[in-house]
């Protein structure tokens, strides 16, 4: 139509010559290339921390940043530290975790023409977490995440997967997966693939885990392991302290075994009568509602309004931002520090018989983080309580790097945080699997 009118203008100007031209530029390659790249268009990058990068499908390579916008097509891939959302255009959610490549190949949906909908993810290598939009919800029978070794369909899903290219493993938050060897029609299909060797995992399944090796012809429910973890399968949580310890910037093994004996050795701080003053660190809501009891976090287009200030790390649901950049070094002039506890917030999740999730709102009610700044360490210790969930603690030590970014680890514990720029303020959140669930939640914390 455009064309036509076009070629008509031209006529009643008598610059036919001039508007041939017009129209051979944008019939040619590089124009259409334009357009469909612009229509193609299915999400944006709404945190980014650390080093990554996003490939195009004609190869182009460009540095991620949050509002990068993200099409059909394209390869996000995340270095070592780095950790990137996506919201997609009918609000699914993915989260590529550090040392990642994801493929988008398909991402489109038709009321019309059901069959014609398709969302298909490729994960190369890594990890990776997805909760389903309503395009997902919508067309169930249309999702598909490969990975080198594994096809993986949806029944509408937050689900975690990682893979490498000796084995897939994938677990389940809410509703349920298939996953299947990627051989035969799988390879090009959409949906659950139900080849023979297929098995299914949701969220009932607590404890469990579905994987597949290169060695293996059928898939295998496994007692659960850190799916999230960076490292490879079969990790150990002795494996996890060796890798953060070759990680460490200018830490040791003797640092690393002297935070986590002074975690392990702090006992409950009496709470002092004011809390501290956070005003360069600030949480971040990846979702729209805030969990029960959270009085810590702003919402993400709140944050997103706050000049200078830029995330560090997150899970999906929170974000932490810090006023000073992402990546800038610590300035700080005293060899160690001991925080005080000045804001958080804790849920328990858990799932009932009938395979209905819940949230409980649970309560951190003292804390301890103690930061080595000459060994590049940490360890932080916290008491939670709930109804369901008594009486737990929270001990986890790790290794700090020199922008301020930190990660630990602990029994059936992670955490990752920030800490300011001058290092008088510090965040993290932390996850922990216990017997009625699983507890999350985020702190604040300074001096």
């Given at each position: 139509m455009?064309?036509?009118?076009?070629f008509?203008?031209?006529?009643?100007?008598?610059?036919?010559?001039?508007?041939l031209?017009?129209?051979?530029?944008?019939?040619s390659?590089?124009?259409?290339?334009?357009?469909?790249?612009?229509q193609?268009?299915?999400?944006?990058?709404?945190?980014?921390?650390?080093?990554?990068?996003?490939?195009?499908?004609?190869?182009?390579?460009?540095?991620l940043?949050?509002?990068?916008?993200i099409?059909?097509?394209d390869?996000?891939?995340?270095?070592?530290?780095?950790?990137v959302h996506v919201?997609?255009?009918?609000?699914?959610?993915?989260?590529?975790?550090?040392?990642?490549?994801?493929?988008?190949?398909?991402?489109?949906?038709?009321?019309?023409?059901?069959s014609?909908?398709?969302?298909?993810?490729?994960?190369?290598?890594?990890?990776?977490?997805?909760?389903?939009?309503?395009?997902?919800?919508?067309a169930r029978?249309?999702?598909?995440?490969?990975?080198?070794?594994?096809?993986?369909?949806?029944?509408?899903?937050?689900?975690?997967?990682?893979?490498?290219?000796?084995?897939?493993?994938a677990?389940?938050?809410?509703?349920?997966?298939?996953?299947s060897?990627?051989?035969?029609e799988?390879?090009?299909?959409?949906?659950?693939?139900?080849?023979?060797?297929?098995r299914?995992?949701s969220?009932?399944m607590?404890?469990?885990?579905?994987?597949?090796?290169r060695?293996?012809?059928?898939?295998?429910?496994?007692?659960?392991?850190?799916?999230?973890?960076?490292?490879?399968?079969?990790?150990?949580?002795?494996?996890?302290?060796?890798?953060?310890?070759?990680?460490?910037?200018?830490?040791?093994?003797?640092?690393?075994?002297?935070?986590?004996?002074?975690?392990?050795?702090?006992?409950t701080?009496?709470?002092?009568?004011?809390?501290?003053?956070?005003?360069?660190?600030?949480?971040?809501?990846?979702?729209?509602?805030?969990?029960?009891?959270?009085?810590?976090s702003k919402?993400?287009?709140?944050?997103?309004?706050?000049?200078g200030?830029?995330?560090?790390?997150?899970?999906?649901?929170?974000?932490?931002?810090?006023?000073?950049?992402?990546?800038?070094?610590?300035?700080?002039?005293?060899?160690?520090?001991?925080?005080?506890?000045?804001g958080?917030?804790?849920?328990?999740?858990s799932?009932?018989?009938?395979?209905?999730?819940?949230?409980?709102?649970?309560?951190v009610?003292?804390?301890?983080?103690?930061?080595?700044?000459?060994?590049?360490?940490?360890?932080?210790?916290?008491?939670?309580?709930?109804?369901?969930?008594?009486q737990?603690?929270?001990?986890?030590?790790?290794?700090?790097?020199?922008?301020?970014?930190f990660?630990?680890t602990?029994?059936?514990?992670?955490t990752?945080?920030?800490?300011s720029?001058?290092?008088?303020?510090?965040?993290?959140?932390?996850?922990?699997?216990?017997?009625a669930?699983?507890?999350?939640?985020i702190?604040?914390?300074?001096?």
């Amino acid at each position: 139509m455009y064309r036509y009118s076009l070629f008509g203008f031209c006529l009643g100007r008598k610059l036919l010559g001039v508007c041939l031209a017009l129209a051979a530029l944008i019939s040619s390659p590089l124009a259409l290339a334009v357009a469909n790249s612009e229509q193609a268009l299915v999400g944006r990058a709404t945190l980014v921390v650390g080093m990554a990068r996003v490939q195009s499908e004609s190869g182009d390579m460009s540095g991620l940043e949050r509002g990068t916008p993200i099409r059909v097509g394209d390869r996000i891939e995340t270095g070592p530290n780095g950790h990137v959302h996506v919201r997609f255009t009918d609000g699914g959610l993915v989260s590529v975790r550090p040392s990642s490549r994801l493929l988008i190949e398909k991402y489109n949906f038709s009321e019309q023409q059901p069959s014609m909908s398709a969302i298909k993810f490729k994960l190369e290598e890594g990890v990776v977490r997805s909760i389903t939009g309503a395009w997902g919800e919508a067309a169930r029978e249309r999702f598909r995440l490969n990975t080198p070794l594994a096809a993986i369909g949806v029944k509408g899903t937050d689900f975690v997967v990682r893979a490498n290219p000796e084995a897939t493993l994938a677990t389940v938050y809410t509703g349920a997966i298939v996953l299947s060897p990627l051989q035969g029609e799988c390879q090009a299909s959409l949906g659950p693939c139900m080849s023979g060797g297929e098995r299914l995992l949701s969220q009932d399944m607590k404890g469990q885990m579905v994987a597949i090796s290169r060695q293996q012809t059928a898939a295998q429910v496994l007692p659960m392991s850190d799916v999230a973890a960076r490292q490879y399968p079969n990790d150990t949580s002795s494996t996890k302290q060796d890798a953060a310890i070759k990680v460490a910037s200018r830490g040791d093994a003797s640092a690393y075994s002297d935070a986590t004996s002074t975690a392990r050795g702090f006992d409950t701080v009496a709470k002092s009568s004011t809390q501290p003053d956070i005003k360069q660190l600030v949480w971040a809501r990846m979702l729209a509602i805030s969990s029960d009891g959270d009085t810590i976090s702003k919402s993400l287009d709140q944050v997103l309004q706050m000049p200078g200030y830029q995330g560090t790390v997150g899970n999906f649901n929170y974000g932490l931002f810090r006023s000073g950049g992402a990546q800038s070094m610590l300035t700080v002039g005293e060899p160690s520090a001991n925080f005080r506890l000045a804001g958080s917030t804790a849920q328990l999740l858990s799932t009932d018989i009938r395979g209905v999730t819940s949230s409980e709102s649970a309560k951190v009610d003292a804390g301890t983080l103690s930061v080595d700044f000459v060994r590049s360490s940490f360890a932080t210790q916290l008491q939670v309580s709930g109804v369901k969930l008594g009486q737990e603690s929270v001990v986890t030590s790790g290794i700090v790097q020199s922008n301020g970014i930190f990660r630990g680890t602990g029994a059936n514990t992670f955490t990752a945080g920030a800490l300011s720029v001058d290092g008088t303020e510090a965040g993290y959140f932390f996850e922990k699997a216990v017997n009625a669930g699983q507890l999350r939640g985020i702190t604040l914390w300074g001096r």
